[in-house]
C-alpha cells in the first residue's frame, strides 16, 4: 500500500482503486489515507474491504474524508473497526454531500 501511495501523489487518470481482499494493515492504510488527504484530486471510488484496517486508522480516514473532496465513496467492510469508532466515521460522512461509507461488518 506504501508503493500504491507514491503512485496516487503523481496519478492523474485514476478514479477507481480496488484494493479489496489485500491485507493492508494500519500502517499501509494511513499511508494511503494521507495522500488521499493532500495530494490527489483524481480518485473518486476507493474499496478497502476485507482488509486488516483497525480503529488505529480511524483519525487519518477522518482527516481524509474532510480532506478530498473528490472522493464519493469509501468501502471498508469487513475490516476490525469498532462499533463506537464505525459511528465517528458514519458521522465523518454524513457532513459530505454525494459522499458515501460504508464500514458494514466491522
Do not use: P
Request: aromatic residues 4%; glycine residues 4%; neutral net charge.
Amino acid at each position: 500500500a506504501v508503493y500504491l501511495s507514491e503512485m496516487l501523489k503523481v496519478n492523474g487518470t485514476l478514479r477507481i482503486l480496488n484494493l479489496r481482499w489485500n491485507q493492508i494493515d494500519d500502517d499501509g492504510a494511513k499511508s494511503l489515507f494521507n495522500v488521499l488527504k493532500d495530494e490527489n484530486r483524481t480518485l473518486e471510488r476507493l474499496h478497502l474491504d476485507l482488509n486488516q484496517i483497525t480503529d488505529k486508522s480511524v483519525e487519518s480516514i477522518i482527516k481524509m474524508i474532510n480532506g478530498n473532496r473528490t472522493l464519493t465513496l469509501v468501502i471498508l467492510t469487513d475490516n476490525k473497526i469498532s462499533e463506537d469508532n464505525q459511528r465517528q466515521l458514519e458521522k465523518a460522512g454524513q457532513l459530505r454531500e454525494s459522499f458515501a461509507l460504508d464500514v458494514r461488518f466491522c
